[in-house]
């Protein structure tokens, strides 16, 4: 049976991206640190390890399991922290990828998938929907290692052999998200308004972001196991929708009554950043399925069960 070994399979996308693969008949195990993952966002069919990517001990995890693809989403996730403390950021998302990427030569493996960041990579661009072919812009840290990331696995394939295809998220939203921190706005909204507090916007609101499904982000890694070889691609919606009518989208689908609070503005935040996901179509056969409507009903769902 074909294995697949998801790093940072605990988290949020990650165990959407385990269930997509068991789902489709794969043996997965799962590498996580539990820094910001959740055990009990597994599937009982997973096998796991809790380590952090960057320790030797990720050896004996390829030596044992010997995975035949590697879904890679563990990564020190938050841009502010980032700023804060790049040399930590650096280590998780540089060093431990290599350290990956290092094991995957040794054992074998047969396709590395990159998740990396459709927002940072490409920064304050004014050309939009961003397409792949646009000159990176890292404007903080985190953005910086996704792109150093990318330059990476072009290397790893010209002297090691090894095959790769990079993701370029938009911002993803569903069930499992942690609303708590530096959290997804949709998770942070639907909790607020479902405890009955009234969710505070920065600024103005109209920070137009592209929201696509957990549930098909995790397709596209699916995909993009026999497709898109040595490739980047966008996966998200093309649809702009701003911080306003997301507002206006959640309170809809829970009933909540009140007006949203608006706060002062975040300074370094992009006003504006949304992706045309057309070669994803072409080359992996990927397109988003669940609208924003749907997929927002979904997660209420989960936070209200919750």
């Not at 370029?168 to 921190?181: A, K, L």
């Not at 479902?194 to 916007?201: A, D, E, F, K, S």
């Not at 600024?203 to 497709?227: H, P, Q, S, T, W």
Request: aromatic share 10%.
């Amino acid at each position: 049976m074909t294995k697949t070994l998801v790093t940072g399979g605990a988290g949020f996308i990650g165990s959407h991206v385990v269930d997509e693969m068991i789902r489709n008949g794969l043996e997965v195990a799962v590498v996580d640190n539990l820094s910001s993952g959740k055990k009990e966002n597994l599937p009982a069919g997973a096998v796991f390890y809790e380590i952090d990517i960057t320790s030797p001990e990720m050896e004996r995890v390829f030596e044992t399991e010997r995975p035949d693809y590697v879904h890679h989403l563990a990564a020190q996730i938050s841009v502010a922290d980032s700023v804060r403390n790049p040399l930590h950021d650096a280590m998780v998302n540089v060093v431990g990828s290599v350290n990956l990427l290092q094991n995957c030569v040794r054992y074998g493996v047969k396709k590395f998938i990159f998740s990396s960041s459709g927002g940072t990579v490409y920064g304050a661009t004014e050309h939009l929907p961003a397409v792949e072919d646009l000159p990176f812009s890292g404007m903080s840290p985190y953005g910086v290692t996704k792109i150093c990331m990318e330059y990476y696995l072009p290397y790893y394939r010209a002297e090691q052999g090894l095959n790769y295809t990079v993701l370029r998220y938009s911002n993803v939203y569903g069930p499992r998200q942690d609303p708590h921190g530096e959290a997804g706005v949709v998770a942070i909204f639907a909790e607020a308004m479902l405890n009955g507090r009234t969710p505070t916007i920065n600024g103005d609101g109209k920070y137009v972001r592209d929201y696509v499904y957990a549930g098909d982000v995790a397709r596209a890694n699916f995909l993009a196991i026999e497709k898109g070889d040595h490739d980047c691609f966008n996966i998200g919606t093309g649809i702009q929708t701003d911080v306003n009518q997301l507002y206006e989208a959640i309170a809809g689908v829970i009933g909540f009554p009140h007006e949203a609070v608006h706060g002062p503005h975040r300074p370094g935040d992009l006003r504006k950043n949304y992706l045309d996901a057309g070669k994803a179509a072409r080359l992996l056969g990927w397109h988003p399925e669940v609208s924003l409507k749907e997929g927002l009903e979904r997660t209420v769902e989960f936070f209200r069960n919750r």
